[in-house]
């Protein structure tokens, strides 16, 4: 049984927030938590949602805050509160104007993925039958978001996309939410390739809790989940590597086929969100994953740097502007 | 002939803005000028406006600067650049939404007008028949305005809502660009009643430029506008008199029927800006009023209060948030 840390932190979560989720947050010692704000919303359904966000923050100001900066963060651990640093998935808020990075900079959104699945204006995500790279607008907004202090987030990218986008970068990237190919074949999944080219940038690997990426879905064990920890830890390095739970509690599942479909195509058969495993029903699954990852024959400090420091580390220097 | 002074202050303007603009400013020792973002602007154009306000202060970094609060004023004053200050003259951006007053003041909005000439949800503008006051919304909104450290704006208010908003509002308000009407009659122009229910709660008057608002239209002289002026300071104390100049330079008319009909009506007869008195044809204009007020037998502190001082204690104290 472990004592709640003040330092956790999960790289990834779309709940329908609620008080619930928040007292979870705390129960699981959760510090910062990385929240997504859209997935194929656009600029004005983003602005509502980050309002929300607002009145969140003034509603449930005794378990939340928000987390713009390193300043924040360490708030949030001193006070036993949760940082929420704001995401976006997809690009499509900033339509085609550069400006409207600087906007969403200022309106709290810390991290951005440069695709979501589809082609966007930035380069292509993994569905594509073809991915033909970064575009010019792509390099531009990589270096907008450099100098802001805006994450990159490479999840749900294409290879070559994610591949041209880190060395177009010049500050350290992320992969917020997935799990390596090695241990459950597929393209939404990382190659050896991505995360290794990743850490040697300095960037960071989120695993996933989803059961979709996990190798045998629902029925996962902790046990199996750990090990492929230890071995993603031998290929990125243990400071390199943390949680991104991709935990979405509490959602209809018209909310699955609004992350699949947007409003790009009509669904051709109804979708349902799997099962979580029994170890990680709720972000409170932290807890056993201190235990498993122990077991896994993890030191403490490196079990204490995947959950938490090695994030906590890395958004305090990704948030900072650059020159700053 | 004066010198340049770095501290002036323009309460006002919406110009054509170019490096020329900018350059002007400097010419004319402004060290701050509250800039009009949108007039019937809705929340997505707003937007455009501002991104175009942050390429403008990347652009000319070496003239300008965002004036967001008393550091940025007081950083303007001492590298000798001009403060933007950015507000709106229409409260149409936040729609019917409390969460966009906090959008739009994380995006440097910095004054609003509760309303422009016509009714809106917040209250009513001169223009219309019945001012029925201030709304259940207006109340909410002078509140959040309060918390931020937004200033709210009376200009082209009715006088019921006005009058209503100053007693609403904990902290001060400006009328930031308007005459008396005592000088020129009409409901555009300020009464006496708003003038002294102003300054008694700490507000500022700011004398306009505009020529439908001169007594003699464009052929006003500097004298009469300097003697209206001093008449001016005595109803209101000389602490709380400024200039807001409403130029509204290197526009074409289409502008000015934009101001005036926006989407909501279609101009019936073209409209043409009138022409500016020779004295004041651009803020450069600021070095004659100077001469003009001491010649109105203003004392030369009481000059400098008058073209800056008393804008520049205003703002610093009016952008701190509630608290801070």
Redesign the interface.
Known sequence: MNTPRAGWVDGLQFCNWSRKSFEHMRTAGLSAVHATVAYHEG??PT??R???W??RFRDHADLIVPGRNAADLMRALSSGRTAIILGLQNPLPIED?L??V??LH???IRVMQLTYNNQSLLGCGWQEAEDSGLTRMGREVIAEMNRLGMLIDLSHAGERTALEAIAASKRPMAVTHATPAFWRAGRRQVSETLMRALADRGGMLGLSLYPHHLRDGSATTLAAFCEMAARAAEIVGIRHLGIGSDLCLDQPDSVLAWMREGKWTRATEPVRFPAQPGWFEDCRGFLNLADGLRAAGFAAEDVEAVLGTNWQRFFRAAFRAEGA
Do not use: F, S, Y
Request: no cysteine.
């Open positions: 600029l004005r602005l509502d980050i309002v929300a607002n009145w104007d400006g409207l600087t906007v200022e309106l709290g």
